[in-house]
């Protein structure tokens, strides 16, 4: 079935947020697992919890706070996600992306995601970021699109470009930044991959994402992208890379009866 919002109902939230807060932020940040504390940097802080919002999602994942907090960032006023909405949670991915719109109604420009994200790719340790260039959305190849039912004209048209979702001068501008901040060692641009989860990945799924040119794979981020493109956001996106896939230390796939060296039978 279908469980999509109205347009009233992105705008009743947004309107309650603005008679609630004197910021109007221009940028947006969406921290995944374990960077919420990216909020506190904000200055001049007013924050709501997502259970005192009116229509907005709730967190149920651990390392997620579920707060929305305004302030000033060096001279930029922002709205950070403490808290992001994952399809595994059991929420459609119209409630997933629900807060990109809300953003959008309040004036913002920019969007900027985080994640956490297992790297496929050999040169990506735990540890590093990984600048998004591009990613592959999984579940929305297979049908699963916050985009999907009547589309909302007032947001975007019926089928948006998804060619350049990650704006090129921003990613540009990170690795300069990261260059000058002296950890450009750490930082790298790669191709993230959205999978539905729960459960991470078998050696055999991770194997075909690496061939198929993925370098980080999480549980997020790409049906958020999706939504923010198709209303006109600039979007900007880094993975913290918080594991490796061990699919390249595993034996080769296939295994002859006729060299049974490399198993470990229980015994008949
Ligand atoms: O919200 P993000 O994408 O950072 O969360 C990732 C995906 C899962 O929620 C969790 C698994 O480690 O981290
Ligand atoms: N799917 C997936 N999500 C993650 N989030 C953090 N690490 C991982 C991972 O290895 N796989």
Request: with cysteine; charged share 20%; proline share 6%.
């Amino acid at each position: 079935g279908y469980y999509g919002y109205d347009h009233d109902d992105y705008q009743k939230t947004a309107d309650w947020l603005l008679s609630q807060t004197k910021h109007r932020p221009q940028v947006a940040i969406i921290c995944g697992s374990g960077l919420g504390m990216l909020a506190d940097a904000l200055k001049c802080q007013d924050a709501f919890h997502y259970t005192d919002i009116p229509g907005f999602p709730q967190s149920t994942v651990q390392g997620h706070a579920g707060r929305l907090v305004f302030g000033e960032l060096k001279g930029k006023t922002c709205v950070c996600m403490q808290g992001r909405f994952h399809m595994y949670e059991g929420h459609s991915l119209c409630k997933t992306t629900f807060p990109v719109r809300v953003f959008k109604l309040l004036g913002v420009e920019t969007l900027i995601v985080t994640n956490a994200a297992g790297s496929l790719a050999d040169g990506l340790k735990p540890g590093d970021i990984m600048i998004i260039k591009d990613h592959v959305n999984f579940p929305g190849l297979g049908g699963f699109n916050p985009l999907n039912g009547p589309n909302d004209d007032k947001f975007g048209p019926r089928f948006p470009a998804m060619s350049a979702c990650y704006n090129p001068g921003l990613r540009c501008l990170a690795m300069d930044i990261a260059k000058q901040q002296g950890v450009a060692e750490l930082v790298q641009e790669g191709v993230y991959a959205a999978v539905g989860g729960p459960n991470f990945e078998t050696i055999a799924e991770a194997k075909l994402m690496h061939r198929l040119g993925v370098d980080a794979v999480g549980m997020s981020t790409a049906p958020e992208v999706v939504v923010a493109v198709h209303c006109g956001l600039r979007v900007f996106g880094i993975s913290l890379i918080t594991n490796k896939a061990e699919a390249f230390s595993s034996p080769p796939n296939l295994l002859s009866a006729r060299d049974t060296s490399r198993c470990r039978s229980p015994g008949i």
